[in-house]
Nanobody, 124 residues
């Protein structure tokens, strides 16, 4: 059974850092592109970052220079390193997988599989 499980969320002060993990099981990560999305209360889901099968990356303008996505196919895990966090980064973060070479942060409908999400709260 294909499954994605996010972890690493929590409460952090503004300016702090968190590293989110997306562990996949039931399929080989090598053949999938992965995206990270987030949804804040009362807001629409938005794409944060994605990484293609070959490691190409894409970021939302709001997180460029602060977030870094990476993948470790041997561990079947994708990471999202989040630095210089801001209160507006507060949201539930989801990872998603699609069996394609390319990824997208503008089309969540592209993705076939989704995790349950992990809460990130940035507050003093």
């Amino acid at each position: 059974q294909l499954q994605l499980v996010e972890s690493g969320g929590g409460l952090v002060q503004p300016g702090g850092s968190l590293r989110l993990s997306c562990a996949v099981s039931g399929f080989t990560l090598d053949y999938y592109a992965i995206g990270w999305f987030r949804q804040a209360p009362g807001k629409e889901r938005e794409g944060v970052s994605c990484i293609s099968r070959r490691g190409g990356t894409n970021y939302a303008e709001s997180v460029k220079g602060r977030f870094t996505i990476s993948r470790d196919n041997a561990k079947n895990t994708v990471y999202l390193q989040m630095n210089s966090l801001k209160p507006e980064d507060t949201a539930v973060y989801y990872c998603a997988a699609v069996g394609a070479y390319w990824c997208s942060i503008t089309s969540g409908g592209l993705y076939d599989y989704w995790g349950q999400g992990t809460q990130v709260t940035v507050s003093s």
